[in-house]
């Protein structure tokens, strides 16, 4: 099992940025692929951005290409993202997620969760 734990978040204007965190813990955390999912009120979780911790290749939601980042610190076992340039529509709770399947991109394949972070983007 994996432990995750997500901090930042926020209120910004649209426009601005905001960072988000996701410490992680486990014994074999660097099996794992991580990634970033939100769910706005009323619609399903979707994923944002995935990584994996070895070679670090990255994987994007095409409403987030090239105003997201995904990275990781893996000496300090953390997962960021990085929201540049927020829209109103990015608004919705961002949860931190691992899977055992590389590159996964649907909810169903991750078993662990972080608790979730607001991020509210006003216009």
């Known amino acids: 099992q994996v432990q995750l734990v997500e901090s930042g978040g926020g209120l910004v204007q649209a426009g601005g940025s905001l960072s988000l965190s996701c410490a992680a813990s486990?014994?074999?955390?660097?099996?794992?692929?991580m990634a970033w999912f939100r769910q706005a009120p009323g619609k399903e979780r979707e994923f944002v951005a995935g990584i994996s911790w070895g070679a670090g290749r990255t994987n994007y939601a095409d409403s987030v290409k090239g105003r997201f980042t995904i990275s990781r610190d893996n000496a300090k076992n953390t997962v960021y993202l990085q929201m540049n340039n927020l829209k109103p529509e990015d608004t919705a709770v961002y949860y931190c997620?691992?899977?055992?399947?590389?590159?996964?991109?649907?909810?169903?394949?991750?078993?662990?969760w972080g608790q979730g972070t607001q991020v509210t983007v006003s216009s």
């Open positions: 486990g014994r074999t955390i660097t099996t794992y692929y």
């Open positions: 997620a691992a899977s055992i399947r590389l590159g996964a991109t649907s909810f169903a394949n991750y078993g662990n």
